[in-house]
């Protein structure tokens, strides 16, 4: 059984840093892509950043430059952190796995909150 839990979340100025965990199990990190995407109050959920063995990493164009992706197989679990954090940050983040030969995510975490104050 596949299970993913971020944590990490909180509450930072602008400017400031956090660094998302996503502690995940049931699965091989070099078969799956994990993402990280995030919903604002009121938005559609958004893709942030993935990464896999086979394809690298991605980041939208809005974090470029700002938040970094990166991953401890031998803890099982996958950061992002983000620095630079801007009010329009603010979001629920989750991680999510897919093997890497399915294109839909289709286990996802619980969400952690992060608010970036102004």
């Known amino acids: 059984e596949v299970q993913l839990v971020e944590s990490g979340g909180g509450l930072v100025q602008a400017g400031g840093s956090l660094r998302l965990s996503c502690a995940a199990s049931?699965?091989?990190?070099?078969?799956?892509?994990i993402g990280w995407f995030r919903q604002a109050p009121g938005k559609e959920r958004k893709g942030v950043s993935c990464?896999?063995?086979?394809?690298?990493?991605y980041y939208e164009d809005s974090v470029k430059g700002r938040f970094t992706i990166s991953s401890d197989k031998a803890k099982n679990t996958v950061y992002l952190q983000m620095n630079s954090l801007k009010p329009e940050d603010t979001a629920v983040y989750y991680c999510?796995?897919?093997?890497?030969?399915?294109?839909?995510?289709?286990?996802w975490g619980q969400g952690t909150q992060v608010t970036v104050s102004s």
């Open positions: 990464m896999s063995s086979r394809d690298g990493t």
């Open positions: 999510a796995a897919r093997h890497t030969l399915l294109r839909e995510y289709h286990d």
């Open positions: 049931g699965f091989t990190f070099d078969d799956y892509t």
